[in-house]
């Protein structure tokens, strides 16, 4: 089983849908967590970090659920520009910080 | 304030061969991360140097090894290429802890990469 799983993907979706993106992280000690964002052909960047309470960032919201070991990332109204691969990030900060990336999901918004 | 910068951005090497990718971390920014992401894959973490120390290690044979320097900045030595290294390079900076326990992490700032082409 791998350390970080994410829905296999890609979502095709039009414009102005909703969109949830699961992820999965197998080490219970894992300690902080983010989602990235990945365009064709670029380095990742950081979407935004996921905190207990959940937290949101305009049409991002994020959600972490620990007994569960699972996370969550939902888009409102998607744009075009929301196009792009979607990487769960899953930091176990164990004898020096060991950063697990998920394969990744891609996304598709279509007009 | 700097980013992230990754040299060469492109390179083709033969099979054997060694390589050496560079990375210059970001301005304030004391952690160096190195992965490598395979097409269609996430990026796989090879190894994370602090204060000129390599602070962890994924799954990588020795022949993938590193440095950092004073100011930081880092390289990625791979020796005796294979296929299979072909491959986007990153590299990342973080302000970060050490030690177990010191759960301090700002994320990740990633250079644009070097995409690595072995034939």
């Known amino acids: 089983r791998k350390e970080v799983e994410q829905d296999p993907g890609p979502f095709n979706v039009p414009e102005g849908a909703t969109v949830a993106f699961n992820c999965t992280y197998s080490?219970?000690?894992?300690?902080?967590f983010f989602w990235y964002r990945q365009d064709c052909r670029k380095e990742p960047k950081l979407l935004m970090s996921?905190?207990?309470s959940g937290n949101e960032d305009g049409r991002f919201t994020a959600q972490l659920n620990r007994a569960s070991q699972y996370i969550s990332l939902l888009i409102r109204d998607s744009k075009l520009s929301d196009s792009a691969t979607y990487l769960c990030?899953?930091?176990?900060?164990?004898?020096?910080?060991?950063?697990?990336f998920g394969a990744g999901t891609r996304l598709f918004v279509k007009a | 304030e700097t980013g992230v910068t990754q040299s060469p951005t492109h390179l083709i090497k033969t099979r054997g061969q060694q390589v050496t990718l560079r990375c210059s971390s970001q301005s304030g920014h004391n952690t160096v991360s190195w992965y490598q992401q395979a097409l269609g894959q996430g990026p796989q973490f090879i190894f994370q140097?602090?204060?000129?120390?390599?602070?962890g290690r994924g799954n990588f044979p020795p022949r993938f090894s590193g440095l950092q320097f004073p100011n930081y900045s880092s390289e990625l030595n791979v020796n005796a290429l294979e296929l299979d290294d072909s491959a986007l390079y990153l590299c990342?900076?973080?302000?970060?802890?050490?030690?177990?326990?010191?759960?301090?992490?700002?994320?990740?700032?990633f250079g644009s990469g070097t995409r690595l082409t072995v034939v």
């Open positions: 990342a900076s973080s302000l970060a802890g050490r030690g177990i326990g010191d759960t301090t992490n700002y994320g990740y700032t």
């Open positions: 080490n219970s000690a894992s300690q902080s």
């Open positions: 996921v905190y207990s």
């Open positions: 140097y602090y204060r000129e120390e390599e602070n």
């Open positions: 990030v899953v930091n176990k900060g164990t004898g020096g910080f060991k950063t697990i």
